[in-house]
């Protein structure tokens, strides 16, 4: 299970941090993700995260968004700054790599950044 929370509402320039938890899996062996999907677009994967904390970016976030894990609280995280109203979706994270969307997708947590 997948339960993703601290998305809201902010401003244009302005930061939020989401973190995801999960549960019923190996997390720490894990490759993990941060995926979103606005209205009428397809998911698309965000930023990524080995088991060894190699990170990689989607090139929308680069510079701007920082992805960690916590393995100890089975959490991983996004760091969003700079938000653009363009980062207005619903944020999910999930496996990545070979094996992206293994589990249930859940709810998400909504962001929603205004101009």
């Known amino acids: 299970q997948l339960q993703a929370s601290g998305g809201g509402l902010v401003q244009a320039g302005g930061s939020l941090r989401l973190s995801c938890t999960a549960s019923?899996?190996?997390?720490?062996?894990?490759?993990m993700g941060w995926y979103r999907q606005a209205p009428g677009k397809q998911r698309e994967l965000v930023a990524s995260?080995?088991?060894?904390?190699?990170?990689n970016y989607a090139d929308f976030v680069k510079g701007r968004f920082t992805i960690s894990r916590d393995n100890a609280k089975n959490t991983v995280y996004l760091q969003m700054n700079s938000l653009t109203p363009e980062d207005s979706a619903t944020y999910y994270c999930?496996?990545?790599?070979?094996?992206?969307?293994?589990?249930?997708w859940g709810q998400g947590t909504q962001v929603t950044v205004s101009s």
């Open positions: 995260i080995t088991r060894t904390r190699n990170t």
């Open positions: 019923g899996f190996i997390f720490s062996t894990s490759y």
């Open positions: 999930n496996s990545a790599g070979a094996y992206s969307g293994s589990f249930p």
